[in-house]
């Protein structure tokens, strides 16, 4: 093997485990589990790996070793043309294989059985998850009546259960630190249950081709400490924020009030709309546009003039706010913490 042949297969392996590391350099990494599911799924896929590897070792030294003892050398006789006559064999290279995939399916399958569906713990936080072109709804259906959009808080330690609806096509919930991906379907309830074990921010993505927009199709999961969770709870259930008369923001609230923009966004004391995500909360996100911008006046001022140019196929239509009126918008939309 030349030098260079085995810089492109080092290379080729530095590529294959980028994506695998742990945080910061890795937030989408499925080896980084944080949660009991994703613990679940990382356990099997190192223990079928650590099969493969041994089964591997096997087939390769037993291949060297009929290399070196069995091959044929120049002016030798060579061996029988054919050993099809031998019926234990036969039965023995059928029977191996069947039986090595059996025995390494039982970790699939166990996994399986542990993440059906099932009657969520007393003390699980039951959360509605609603899958739209393209952004992430979270209903929290605990009593708070909360809403929130493509940013998910949960408490560290405490059941979790998820219940996935679609509200148009198919498309699949996947935070790879916290669980293997479950499909959004149309029609169906698909649920998932688990505990994240580790407070921090983890990175979740739409997994099934969903549309033009299906790759911005992104949104965060933020575990909390369990009182910063009510604390966070409790302020996402108060109605919005008035702002102070003759300020930018309360022009700002007068134009929202007065624009399309309330046939789709709910604010909560202000406007009711279900196609676009709630905003009664916007400036406690940290991200706008599934995930896809960081939430700032400047960028949220360039989503609302162009957003089709900022997210391909986005539902929002430019309704042709600028100027005075834009700005203002911007800040009372900013003041809504
Ligand atoms: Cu939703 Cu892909």
């Not at 399958?109 to 059906?116: A, E, K, M, S, Y």
Request: a negative charge; charged letters at 15%.
């Amino acid at each position: 093997m030349k030098l260079r042949h085995l810089r492109g297969l080092l290379a080729l392996f530095a590529m294959m485990i980028a994506g695998c590391g742990d945080d910061p350099g890795h937030p989408m990494s499925t080896m980084a589990p944080r949660s009991d599911l994703a613990s679940w799924c990382y356990g099997m896929f190192m223990e079928i790996t650590a099969w493969d590897l041994l089964i591997f070792v096997i087939v390769i030294v037993a291949f060297i070793l009929a290399v070196f003892f069995f091959s044929t050398r120049v002016g030798e006789a060579g061996p029988p043309t054919s050993v099809s006559s031998d019926l234990k064999l036969e039965i023995a290279w059928t029977l191996g294989p069947a039986l090595i995939l059996l025995f390494i399916s039982i970790p699939t399958v166990r996994l399986i059985f542990r993440t059906q569906p099932r009657t969520p713990a007393a003390n699980s936080l039951p959360i509605t998850v609603v899958a739209h072109q393209w952004w992430w709804e979270f209903q929290y259906d605990d009593g708070s009546k909360v809403m929130t959009a493509n940013e998910l808080h949960i408490p560290a330690n405490q059941p979790i259960h998820l219940s996935l609806v679609s509200n148009d096509v198919i498309h699949s919930f996947w935070v790879p630190r916290l669980g293997g991906k479950r499909d959004v379907v149309p029609g169906q309830v698909n649920q998932i249950d688990l505990i994240a074990t580790v407070p921090g921010e983890y990175y979740g993505q739409c997994a099934e081709f969903c549309g033009v927009s299906h790759a911005n199709m992104r949104f965060r999961i933020f575990v909390d400490k369990p009182d910063d969770f009510a604390m966070w709870e409790k302020s996402q259930a108060e109605p919005s924020v008035t702002p102070a008369e003759e300020t930018p923001a309360s022009r700002g609230a007068r134009v929202f009030a007065n624009s399309p923009c309330t046939t789709c966004h709910t604010i909560s004391g202000v406007s009711k709309g279900y196609v676009g995500p709630d905003l009664t909360h916007l400036a406690s996100r940290t991200t706008i546009a599934a995930g896809v911008l960081a939430n700032n006046p400047k960028l949220l001022t360039q989503w609302i003039e162009h957003p089709d140019e900022m997210k391909p196929g986005a539902r929002m239509p430019d309704f042709g706010l600028g100027g005075d009126e834009l700005n203002d918008l911007v800040a009372y939309l900013e003041s809504l913490k």
